[in-house]
């Protein structure tokens, strides 16, 4: 499985943007999806997940009531919409892929990654 995130760029504080996972190399309609954020010197850390069993979603405190995360099996896509952005969003946003239902709130359970987006939001 390959996986292209896009969306990414420079927006204001309040704004909004839409990430996108496309994946490639076989269907990831049996994948849970999910997003991490990384900043320079900091470790990667969890945003939001998709369960592909019930699509049943997670989310960071930190995200939690602004972004979205959903998927669309029939593009093999997953996204994450994000609102109402704040400076502390800033990083760069990976996608992952795992075939895993339980612990997607960290890395492990994730078999591929994409290579990732950055998202600036000035202040």
């Known amino acids: 499985v390959q996986l292209q995130a896009s969306g990414g760029g420079l927006v204001q504080a309040g704004g909004s943007l839409r990430l996108s996972c496309a994946a490639s190399g076989r269907s990831v309609s049996r994948y849970s999806m999910g997003w991490f954020r990384q900043d320079p010197g900091k470790e990667r850390e969890f945003v939001a997940a998709?369960?592909?069993?019930?699509?049943?979603?997670y989310y960071a405190d930190s995200v939690r009531g602004r972004f979205t995360i959903s998927r669309d099996n029939a593009r093999n896509t997953a996204y994450l919409q994000m609102n109402n952005l704040k400076p502390e969003d800033t990083g760069v946003y990976y996608c992952?892929?795992?075939?895993?239902?339980?612990?997607?709130?960290?890395?492990?359970?994730?078999?591929?990654w994409g290579q990732g987006t950055l998202v600036t939001v000035s202040s």
């Open positions: 992952a892929a795992g075939t895993g239902m339980a612990h997607l709130t960290r890395n492990w359970p994730y078999d591929y």
């Open positions: 998709i369960s592909w069993s019930d699509d049943m979603t």
